[in-house]
């Protein structure tokens, strides 16, 4: 019954602020199809509960700007409430279930998890980060290696660097989709030293701001120091991406140890359990 009682508030709860962000919204907006995470939308803006939560919301808003480019306070505001719609459906789920069975631990169990659903999205937005990087850094190195056999033999660096966008991997790579952007830029008429600063800035990893660097270096000085200056570049960058396979094999292995661990004891139970019962 209390099950019941709860979903029921909830869900009248939800359909209240529906009816109140649909008379809310602008003008401009009435054609809008309404999603499900307008209602917290319209709450986190007009209430300055968003404001509230700016001290809470920079790593979202840093992770959010290392895979988007960019990430303006609207993209965050649409950020937040999309994870509170997940957290209420959670929660209304939760309490439906309860209700159905007649068990409220189900209803206080998912209300948990949508507590814990807004930090768990966090964290997914750190781990495609993360991925981001160590795809940037394993590429980076081969990337460098086919540039500096272009360029030694004597190929101009930009027509070098569309080269090597044309070699690309088949599969979508973050890269070689920030290089596109900074050749795209040059085309339409930007310096290469804007086109390549954005890039460095756009990958926001220091290894690809280094690349970059050498780059500009090459335009303002010359190209008599670019092949030395990118050979030891490439050198660094093999190494780095040596450090970065050793440190992903080592969490893998890291990882097994538990499975391991639980599958081993597993084993020893069932062998020495009749051992035990025949004692």
Not at 39 to 48: C, D, I, Y
Not at 127 to 141: A, D, F, T, W, Y
Not at 204 to 225: H, Q, S, T, Y
């Amino acid at each position: 019954m209390t099950s019941g009682i709860v979903f029921g508030a909830l869900a009248s709860l939800y359909v209240g602020l529906l009816i109140w962000s649909l008379r809310k919204r602008p003008a401009n907006h009435r054609g809008e199809i309404l999603d499900g995470k307008r209602p917290f939308l319209e709450v986190l803006r007009r209430s300055g509960m968003f404001e509230r939560l700016q001290p809470l919301l920079q790593r979202p808003r840093i992770w959010l700007a290392v895979l988007e480019g960019g990430c303006t306070p609207e993209r965050l505001l649409r950020w937040t409430a999309e994870a509170a719609a997940l957290a209420y459906a959670a929660l209304l789920a939760a309490w439906a279930i309860a209700a159905v069975a007649g068990n409220p631990g189900v209803g206080w169990v998912g209300t948990l998890i949508g507590i814990c659903l807004p930090a768990l999205r966090a964290r997914d937005l750190n781990r495609k980060v993360e991925s981001r990087r160590q795809n940037l850094i394993m590429e980076l190195p081969v990337f460098l290696s086919r540039l500096l056999v272009l360029v030694s033999a004597g190929e101009h660096v930009r027509r070098a660097l569309v080269r090597c966008l044309d070699g690309r991997p088949a599969a979508k790579h973050p890269l070689y989709d920030e290089l596109f952007a900074a050749l795209s830029a040059m085309e339409r008429g930007e310096s290469m030293s804007l086109a390549m600063e954005e890039f460095g800035r756009r990958c926001a990893i220091p290894e690809a701001k280094l690349f970059a660097a050498v780059l500009l270096m090459n335009a303002r000085r010359g190209g008599e120091e670019f092949v030395p200056a990118l050979r030891d570049l490439t050198r660094q960058m093999w190494e780095k991406r040596k450090a970065a396979a050793r440190t992903l094999g080592e969490q893998a292995s890291s990882r097994l140890a538990f499975p391991l661990a639980v599958i081993f004891l597993l084993i020893i139970v069932l062998v020495g359990a009749p051992a035990i019962f025949m004692m």
